[in-house]
Antibody, heavy 115, light 110 residues
Framework: QVQLQESGPGLVKPSETLSLTCSVSDYSITNGFYWGWIRQPPGMGPEWIGSFFHSGSTFYSPSFKSRVTISVDTSSNRFSLELTSVTVADTAVYYC????????WGQGTLVTVSS | QSALTQPPSASGTPGQRVTISCFGS????????VTWYQQLPGTAPKVVMYSYNLRPSGVPDRFFGSKSGTSASLAISGLQAEDEATYYC???????????FGGGTKLTVL
């Protein structure tokens, strides 16, 4: 059973960059599947941020495309999210996920954007 | 506006059968599997149905999923108080190489 764990600062100031890392256990991210990030703002539904395929191709939601970067570190079996120029609207629980037939999500990490 | 359309609310009394619908398009539900999530307040979404009608271990067989064309449904029979939650549908979107979600249906057990 694959395990995913998000880590990173819980508080980010407006206009700064949000950075999170997902550590994956019990499955190599190079073995297949799409992987990526989802977020859920308070009181709202989940929304997809971006994905990458094990071959290296990366895809982003049009809603974030100009601000987001997903990078992959295959040596440590981790991948990261960077979201630039954040505002209070970026306050959300951020999840990393494996997009398999039966999807797997991490437990999520709350990131608050506030001065 | 969500890519998948769900009714915002549904309700039923204990023991009843409730159905939640999810409408999409040919590039998501029409060509890919649907996942249903259950979210209780303050918790992460939990998969209750995947690949249209497969239940993860621990999900009771009162939950049933189906798909027809570009729409999908989640049916819950023998409704119980513990089923009160918000339910989200999701599907892979071929034009994005990513996931699209419905806006969620809040199920109330009266």
């Amino acid at each position: 059973q694959v395990q995913l764990q998000e880590s990173g600062p819980g508080l980010v100031k407006p206009s700064e960059t949000l950075s999170l890392t997902c550590s994956v256990s019990d499955y190599s991210i190079t073995n297949g599947f799409y992987w990526g990030w989802i977020r859920q703002p308070p009181g709202m539904g989940p929304e997809w941020i971006g994905s990458f395929f094990h071959s290296g191709s990366t895809f982003y939601s049009p809603s974030f495309k100009s601000r987001v970067t997903i990078s992959v570190d295959t040596s440590s079996n981790r991948f990261s999210l960077e979201l630039t120029s954040v505002t209070v609207a970026d306050t959300a629980v951020y999840y990393c996920a494996r997009f398999a037939t039966m999807p797997d999500w991490g437990q999520g990490t709350l990131v608050t954007v506030s001065s | 506006q969500s890519a998948l359309t769900q009714p915002p609310s549904a309700s039923g009394t204990p023991g009843q059968r409730v159905t939640i619908s999810c409408f999409g398009s040919s590039s998501n539900i029409g060509s890919n599997a649907v996942t249903w999530y259950q979210q209780l307040p303050g918790t992460a979404p939990k998969v209750v149905m995947y690949s249209y009608n497969l239940r993860p271990s621990g999900v009771p067989d009162r939950f049933f999923g189906s798909k027809s064309g570009t729409s999908a449904s989640l049916a819950i029979s023998g409704l119980q108080a513990e089923d009160e939650a918000t339910y989200y549908c999701a599907a892979w979107e071929d034009t994005l190489n990513g996931v699209v979600f419905g806006g969620g249906t809040k199920l109330t057990v009266l």
